[in-house]
């Protein structure tokens, strides 16, 4: 397991009891129960959980938003719950529903958060860049989710800061932006920022993320890097992992014959084949020769790896929340 060398954020144990609930007769409800994760400078760290598995909870205490029930937490080194504005000023954002004043404009709300800020990051640079200018003259209450998200990322990081909270980044965002917002990300990483977002989405942390988290029910479940958490638990001796090929051929062959029984081989359609398992170098070069030696040449040919959203049904389970 990696021990942390330069952590913007370092949570221990931490646990947050809601309530009391009038629906527990008046108990208080645990969202989270122990959970323990730490964030990088110069790294996008994810975590990462199903509806309600108690992601926007663990970021709200650690910016010091919620008041934790039990565990600790050091943010840039202090306590967020005893900490004065100097570490608010090093920390950037960007809540899920946007918090942004409904009856201001863009611009001038921006200007004006970058007038609290010692070194705040050159403003039209950053209105240009997340394409803010196009809808500079609307009010923030008529703004599209989209619009709104991108000017939250602006206000988010217009002070400058040394770590930054991303809850939810791409929700309601088109291709195009969430693109921009994607490439910027990368960007602030890379010039040395610590990142730390939330989703639901696989494809968001499988793109974005340096670390994962996973999360369920408030505990972690599972962590490593995406390539890491790729082989989870099906990695055999040879470091190989499961893997699914997918081929079009002349209808009704038996595969087994060619490749043995070990692997799941299954022709959905005829002539269509899947075979899934922990797939070899030696499978493919006994598959091969076996249609050279009877002359099949495949119309199509595919090999998959798992994906982040099968290791997550696999680990989180596949029920609803
Ligand atoms: N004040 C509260 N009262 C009752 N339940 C709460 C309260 N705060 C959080 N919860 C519950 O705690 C759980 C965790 O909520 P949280 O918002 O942290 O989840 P999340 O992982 O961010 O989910 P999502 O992806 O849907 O945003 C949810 O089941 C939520 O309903």
């Not at 913007?8 to 208080?28: E, F």
């Not at 209105?127 to 009010?139: A, C, P, W």
């Not at 002349?250 to 922990?278: C, H, K, M, Q, W």
Request: some cysteine; overall charge negative; hydrophobic content about 40%.
């Amino acid at each position: 397991m990696r021990s942390p060398e330069s952590p913007v954020l370092n949570i221990d144990g931490l646990i947050k009891d809601v309530g009391p609930l009038a629906s527990l007769d008046g108990k208080m409800l645990r969202v989270v129960s122990g959970l323990s994760m730490f964030a990088e400078r110069g790294q996008i760290t994810a975590l990462l959980g199903a509806n309600g598995a108690g992601k926007t909870t663990t970021l709200e205490c650690a910016q010091g938003l919620q008041k934790r029930t039990g565990g600790r937490i050091e943010l840039l080194g202090d306590d967020p719950d005893t900490a004065g504005a100097n570490l608010r000023s090093r920390v950037g954002v960007m809540l899920q529903d946007g918090g942004l004043p409904p009856s201001a404009r863009p611009i001038p709300l921006l200007r004006h958060i970058a007038g609290m800020y010692q070194n705040p990051l050159p403003l039209e640079e950053l209105v240009e860049r997340l394409g803010i200018d196009t809808f500079s003259r609307t009010g923030i209450r008529r703004l599209s989710g989209g619009q709104k998200q991108r000017l939250s990322l602006a206000a988010a990081l217009i002070g400058n800061p040394e770590v930054l909270f991303l809850d939810e980044p791409s929700a309601g965002l088109d291709p195009q932006s969430r693109q921009i917002v994607f490439e910027l990300i990368a960007e602030l990483r890379d010039a040395g920022m610590g990142i730390i977002l939330t989703t639901h989405l696989m494809d968001d942390a499988q793109r974005l993320a340096d670390y994962v988290y996973i999360i369920d029910a408030g505990r972690n479940v599972a962590q490593g890097t995406v390539a890491e958490l790729l082989s989870h638990g099906h990695e055999d001796m040879a470091g190989i992992t499961e893997r699914t090929l997918l081929f079009d051929a002349p209808a009704g062959l038996d595969i087994a014959a060619a490749i043995g029984n070990e692997l799941t081989i299954t022709e959905s359609r005829a002539g269509s084949y899947a075979v899934v398992g922990t797939l070899t170098p030696e499978h493919l070069a006994k598959l091969t020769a076996w249609w050279a030696e009877k002359g099949i040449m495949p119309a199509s040919l595919r090999l998959e790896a798992r994906s982040l959203e099968d290791v997550f049904l696999d680990i989180s389970g596949r029920d609803i929340r």
